[in-house]
């Protein structure tokens, strides 16, 4: 059941690390804590952690059954474990929407890497609207986000053609402890500053009355994004998982990291942010025009520190889009690589000139060039939404029926349970989830996304 010429992850640490680096992402900053704060703090959270309970993390493990067992690329693992090829179109569908997404992502991803450089050399320093004329001015450039976006798409190639231990493994295992240490380090230098405490408590203060069936939808949405679910990136992942991992176990301690670092930046960004008497907002404009501007007041008697808080930043969101381009990346380029039978560079390049294509356009499209636009949204919108929106719910809601219910039951046991060698407590619990639950909340997702619940 299991191709054991693969390569496979070197460590479990190694796994934990490269896997939560594909979940945690820019997301993590610009959504969840603007939506603990908004809908009732630690009741919000509280409600987040049950859905990622009960909807995240047997949605994981459903993906790494499929990958593990199959220990193929995305679109083959599913006509080997159902022998029909119709169901293979789920990691065809994955394979296809990791591209598209990669693809304008890595726009915002170049953003952060050119606000980087412009932090280091100052370029960030001017009142709000300087810092919103900048945001404007950089964005609608035809050449100069297109470039980065590029440049970023390049970093990522470079780390996804080094193969999962030299590449994708060795990265993760330097990227997100800085990523963490970066975290705490502004976590503690924002929650110091006047009037913080202002901030944790709107993150934190707990008040149920918020919490209504909307939120509790947009609770579940989030989870759901927030651990890229229906992307086959786990699935893929996991397609390098070695026999004794505990793919439960690995389960939650990837939704915690993931959780823990998303509730980290909202102690990063609502200290600060109160400390100056700016409301934070959510999105991209949070990342480079709101912060800059808190970030510059909120240090101002201290410059210096203002000027290492910024670089630091930029420096966490670059990586923090980083772990989840390589995962992007690595669904397309383990498909070229194994279907086409090209070298796992050659596969890696191919994805690399495809998604740069994508980039240029979707850059272009937020303004340079207007008219690439469908039903009055930009190109770079419109990707978002029809993989946000349809793509990765029907690709997980299918993945949970697969499961669930088509594939033998033996597998799933074998699978959950290391062949035997551990207990299969929860078993019954997690087959329940797969079954009933996660189809129902992804159906949930889905109609709520379009206005129908």
């Known amino acids: 059941m299991h191709n054991n010429d693969r390569a496979n992850f070197g460590s479990r640490l190694g796994i934990i690390l490269a896997t939560a680096g594909s979940a945690v992402g820019l997301g993590n900053v610009w959504r969840f804590p603007y939506m603990a704060g908004h809908d009732g703090g630690a009741a919000f959270i509280l409600l987040y952690l049950a859905c990622v309970l009960f909807l995240g993390i047997p949605g994981m493990i459903s993906e790494f059954i499929v990958g593990r067992n199959s220990a193929t690329n995305a679109a083959r693992a599913y006509i080997k474990l159902s022998h029909s090829r119709p169901w293979g179109l789920i990691g065809y569908m994955g394979v296809f929407t990791g591209m598209i997404i990669l693809g304008f992502y890595a726009v915002v991803a170049g953003w952060c890497l050119q606000y980087f450089f412009a932090s280091i050399l100052e370029h960030l320093q001017g009142d709000k609207d300087y810092i919103m004329n900048y945001f404007a001015t950089f964005s609608s450039s035809p050449f100069k986000p297109a470039a980065w976006a590029v440049a970023f798409l390049f970093i990522t190639h470079y780390i996804a053609s080094h193969g999962i231990r030299d590449g994708i493994e060795r990265a993760s295992k330097v990227m997100m402890p800085t990523l963490f240490v970066l975290l705490i380090i502004i976590v503690v230098a924002s929650c110091t500053l006047p009037g913080a405490a202002e901030g944790v408590e709107?993150?934190?203060?707990?008040?149920?009355?918020?919490?209504?069936?909307n939120v509790f939808l947009d609770a579940l949405g989030q989870a759901f994004f927030s651990l890229s679910l229906g992307s086959a990136c786990l699935c893929t992942y996991a397609s390098y998982f070695n026999r004794q991992t505990n793919l439960g176990k690995s389960a939650v301690q990837v939704a915690l990291i993931d959780t823990m670092i998303a509730v980290l930046a909202g102690l990063m960004i609502f200290p600060a942010a109160f400390s100056v008497g700016v409301s934070p907002d959510s999105g991209p404009s949070l990342i480079f025009i709101t912060l800059p501007n808190v970030f510059q007041q909120a240090f101002s008697g201290m410059p210096t520190l203002g000027y290492v808080i910024s670089v630091m930043f930029y420096a966490l969101m670059a990586l923090a889009a980083l772990t989840s381009t390589i995962s992007m990346h690595e669904i397309a380029t383990a498909f070229f690589h194994e279907e086409l039978n090209l070298s796992r560079r050659g596969g890696s390049l191919i994805v690399t000139a495809?998604?740069?294509?994508?980039?240029?356009?979707?850059?272009?499209s937020v303004g340079a060039v207007s008219g690439l636009s469908f039903f009055g949204k930009s190109l770079m919108d419109s990707l978002d939404f029809i993989t946000a929106q349809i793509f990765l719910p029907l690709g997980s809601f299918l993945t949970c029926l697969f499961v669930g219910w088509h594939i033998p039951k033996r597998i799933t046991v074998y699978e959950f349970t290391n062949h035997g060698t551990l207990k299969g407590t929860f078993f019954k619990v997690y087959l329940f989830a797969v079954r009933y639950v996660c189809p129902a909340a992804i159906a949930a997702i889905f109609l709520h996304q379009f206005g129908i619940l």
């Not at 993150?203 to 919490?211: A, N, S, V």
């Not at 495809?354 to 272009?364: D, E, F, K």
Request: proline share 9%; aromatic share 14%.
């Open 202 to 213: 709107f993150l934190f203060k707990p008040d149920f009355t918020k919490i209504t069936p």
């Open 354 to 364: 495809i998604c740069c294509v994508i980039a240029v356009l979707c850059s272009l």
